[in-house]
Nanobody, 124 residues
Framework: QVHLVESGGGLVQAGGSVRLSCAAS????????MGWFRQAPGKDREFVAT????????DYADSVKDRFTISRDNAKNTVSLQMNSLKPEDTAVYYC?????????????????WGQGTQVTVSS
């Protein structure tokens, strides 16, 4: 059982930056690919970014490419999402997820464990 806890959300102005962190416990962190997803009110959960077990391979949604960066530290059991040039449409609850595989996946149903989410609100 892997326990995930996100932190770092909040209110930011458009064009600003926020860094989200996710701390994992209860499992061997390097056995899991990690992902970030988000869900805005009234919308489906949406893929944001994923990173492989080693950190060498990453994937991003087109809507966040070149603005967001996912990274992980297997020594500290953490995964982060650096979000720059934020837009109002980035407003959502952001979730960290763990997938029992070496590589990530864009489909949220393929993840085994989820954090509780952290709210990011971008004002215009």
């Amino acid at each position: 059982q892997v326990h995930l806890v996100e932190s770092g959300g909040g209110l930011v102005q458009a064009g600003g930056s926020v860094r989200l962190s996710c701390a994992a416990s209860g499992g061997t962190f390097s056995n899991y690919a990690m992902g970030w997803f988000r869900q805005a009110p009234g919308k489906d959960r949406e893929f944001v970014a994923t990173v492989s077990w080693s950190g060498r391979s990453t994937d991003y949604a087109d809507s966040v490419k070149d603005r967001f960066t996912i990274s992980r530290d297997n020594a500290k059991n953490t995964v982060s999402l650096q979000m720059n040039s934020l837009k109002p449409e980035d407003t959502a609850v952001y979730y960290c997820a763990a997938r029992a595989a070496f590589s990530g996946d864009r489909n949220y149903v393929n993840y085994n464990y989820w954090g509780q989410g952290t709210q990011v609100t971008v004002s215009s």
